[in-house]
């Protein structure tokens, strides 16, 4: 079971699709002796991976105490983050709190298309710099891209990268139109496309031995069902299943793109929002409507909840558009040529 926490609005980028909108701190994060209390009732609840995100994680003064705590629950401590902020002194610091792995962003190998994307100069090297502070630390780290339009060309070639800066895994993540990403909408792909870059995704497992995991684009199980890929994942969307996400102020959603307040921890412990909340009951009952609720992939795969909610006025058990199995045949044909190879 997977929990995220926004640590923070704070971030020093102002990256062109954050559902959070971050940039400036919010009023009312949660304090540390708040965050703390929240800790015990993830722990408590079940929980074993402890995601610490943003906003920029690392802009919180308190955060290494937090790793500490939270590592001391047993908790398995792992960050999104966008890289920049990881000094050797950091990377050393965070490995002796006892982080376990840092997912650090990287969209392209064309510095310039990274650092517009994330509107801040210098963000593609100092991703690039926070990477090989983890690796001289001893910190393992991954890769986390987010597929666009005109970034899906060189998605192997940024695993190759990812192969040979010494990453763990590379993770690709698909855009959900929420927050500012709802500007950007017109360059995510769109059914053809999701397959044909799935695809080409599970192809490109069989030739490196790192982890590749698309997120936000659960028919990935399905394509390695049909290809004949095995993988460790047993589930794609985990919404509400065995993932939830927790604002900087305590607000307690099925995941980052489902913009739905399911709880307040300040005013309800959190296991018993995780446990009793009639949203998060809804969902693990797997009673989706439309291409979904006929597939025989669904318990697998289950369609990406977040998306089916935001191009379906909020009806967050409906289909997932941008799913298209009949045309895996299709993608088979023209991945190689996608792919610009």
Known sequence: MIVS??????????????????????????????????LNQIARAGFKIMIFSGGEPLMRPDILDLVDYATRLNLIVVFGTNGTLISMHMAKALKAAGAKAMGISLDSLDAAKHDKFRSFEGAWQ????????????????????????????????????????????????????????????????????????LTRIMQKQQEVSIELK??????????????????????????????????????????????????????????????????????????????????????????CRARAACYSDGDFMSGEPWCDKNSFICALDTNSTLAGK
Not at 186 to 195: D, F, N, Q, V, W
């Open 126 to 197: 100092g991703a690039v710099n926070g990477m090989k502070n983890c690796l001289a630390a001893g910190l393992p780290f991954q890769i986390h891209t987010t597929v666009m339009d005109w970034n899906q060309h060189e998605l192997e070639a940024i695993t190759d990268f990812a192969v040979e800066i010494g990453a763990k895994a590379h993770h690709f993540f698909f855009l959900v139109p929420t927050g500012r990403a709802a500007s950007i909408e017109e360059e995510s792909l769109r059914a053809k496309g999701y397959e044909n870059v």
């Open 214 to 303: 698309p997120t936000c684009a659960p028919q990935f199980l399905r394509i390695a069902a049909q290809l004949g890929i095995k993988t460790r994942f047993k589930r794609g969307c985990l919404a509400g299943l065995s993932y939830c996400i927790i604002s900087p102020r305590g607000i307690v959603q099925p995941c980052a793109y489902l913009n739905m307040a399911l709880g307040d921890v300040r005013k309800t412990p959190f296991d018993e929002i995780w446990h009793s909340n009639d949203t998060f009951k809804t969902l693990r009952t797997l009673d989706y409507s439309g291409n979904c609720g006929s597939c025989q992939y669904k318990k697998i795969c289950g369609g």
């Open 5 to 38: 926490w926004n640590t923070t609005n704070a971030c020093n980028m102002y990256c062109a699709h954050c559902y959070r909108d971050a940039g400036c701190k919010a009023k009312e994060e949660l304090s540390t002796a708040e965050a703390k209390v929240l």
